[in-house]
Nanobody, 125 residues
């Protein structure tokens, strides 16, 4: 069992930056899990943003955020981060972190077992 809590969302102007955090707790070992970030804009389906392997050695990004967003993790602090730069109004969404024990980096929401409650990111034009 893993509990996930996101933080760091807010309102930012286009071109600005935000850093999201997702703190994990529970009986399971954080470093056992692949961690992912997803987002859901109003009236749209939840979509993959980024994922990182247990060691941080493998990372995957959606094409829409590649070169602007950076996912990282600190296993000692049981936390995964999403650094978001050059933000655009299209990045406005609720951002969720998710966890799964896997040997690959899933992009499908149905592949993840644990989810946080989400944090709102709003980018103004």
């Amino acid at each position: 069992q893993v509990q996930l809590v996101e933080s760091g969302g807010g309102l930012v102007q286009a071109g600005g930056s935000l850093r999201l955090s997702c703190a994990a707790s529970g009986r399971s070992t954080f470093s056992n899990y692949v961690m992912g970030w997803f987002r859901q804009a109003p009236a749209k389906e939840r979509e993959f943003v980024a994922a990182i392997s247990w060691s941080g050695g493998r990372i995957s990004y959606a094409d829409s955020v590649k070169g602007r967003f950076t996912i990282s993790r600190d296993n000692a602090k049981s936390t995964v981060f999403l650094q978001m730069n050059s933000l655009k109004p299209d990045d406005t969404a609720v951002y969720y972190c998710a966890a799964v024990e896997a040997g690959y980096l899933p992009r499908n929401i149905n592949s993840y077992d644990y989810w946080g409650q989400g944090t709102q990111v709003t980018v103004s034009a």
